[in-house]
């Protein structure tokens, strides 16, 4: 059960959701701030980024639902409480990207340009979204003790808020949150440099964040299963080869551009 932040009146307003806006306002800043530089309009962002949020976070409980079916076949009404946790990162991200493609193609937006554009904000925002498994005492690892936790050097608040039900345990949610944020200066520095090309930020952060849930996977101990296989770390497995791809295409393509270029020039001279 989530813990409630706010009450007003009958409405209570729980971590997780103010989490997860939290994490779309930010990462919605971040997207139309690198959009500016790319010509793209704060309208035409907004919008997408709404379209987005709302097929996105539809998309990730519904993946989520699909791989939990016995539970909330038993109890459908459960389907609704998002507010509960139950948002399954990966469903979002397609649902998202599919969300984007189409709106980018109906108003004659590169789509790969938007996704590179998108990418940091995407990280950013699940850097902050990790907050609501905390808040909600889900997606956490294996059973540690105390004296592990304290070696990390965390604060007392997040030791205490991995104590649950008698046991304490890894804290994957920080695990995971503060290497998206690192992943989110990352990609931010990549996408700052001049020669930056066309699917380089995408690639990086599919590289990345493959690689970081791959990890974090490896201790979580609520995995969303496909037999005995960890769901998430097939598409993390996936992300990274994808990614080592489009780099390497966009590396290919770089590297003729270039070439191109220096035999114009020759021929110039």
């Not at 709404?50 to 459908?76: E, H, K, Q, T």
């Not at 994808?242 to 003729?256: A, P, R």
């Amino acid at each position: 059960m989530s813990k409630i932040a706010i009450n007003i009146g009958p409405v209570s307003i729980t971590w997780y959701s103010i989490c997860i806006l939290t994490g779309i306002i930010l990462a919605g800043i971040v997207i139309n701030k690198e959009a500016k530089k790319n010509n793209i309009s704060s309208a035409f962002v907004t919008n997408l980024v709404f379209w987005c949020v709302v097929f996105g976070i539809l998309g990730a409980r519904i993946y989520y639902v699909l791989f939990n079916l016995d539970y909330y076949s038993a109890a459908p009404i459960e389907i609704i409480k998002v507010w509960n946790g139950g948002l399954a990162i990966h469903g979002g991200i397609i649902a998202g990207v599919i969300t984007l493609i189409i709106y980018c193609k109906k108003y004659g937006v590169n789509v790969l340009k938007m996704i590179d554009i998108a990418a940091p904000g995407l990280i950013l925002a699940q850097a902050i979204g990790r907050w609501g498994n905390f808040f909600n005492a889900e997606a956490h690892g294996g059973a540690v003790s105390r004296a592990f936790l304290e070696g990390l050097h965390l604060p007392e608040f997040i030791i205490n808020g991995m104590h649950i039900n008698g046991n304490y345990y890894h804290p994957t949610f920080l695990y995971e949150s503060i290497l998206c944020l690192i992943g989110f200066f990352v990609l931010i520095g990549v996408r700052s440099l001049k020669n930056t090309k066309l699917g380089a930020t995408t690639s990086i952060y599919l590289i990345w964040y493959g690689l970081v849930r791959f990890f974090v996977e490896s201790l979580r101990t609520d995995s969303l299963m496909l037999g005995n296989i960890k769901m998430a770390q097939l598409i993390s497995v996936f992300m990274v080869i994808l990614g080592i791809i489009m780099f390497i295409i966009t590396k290919i393509k770089c590297n003729n551009y270039n070439e191109e270029k220096a035999a114009k020039n020759e021929i110039k001279y």
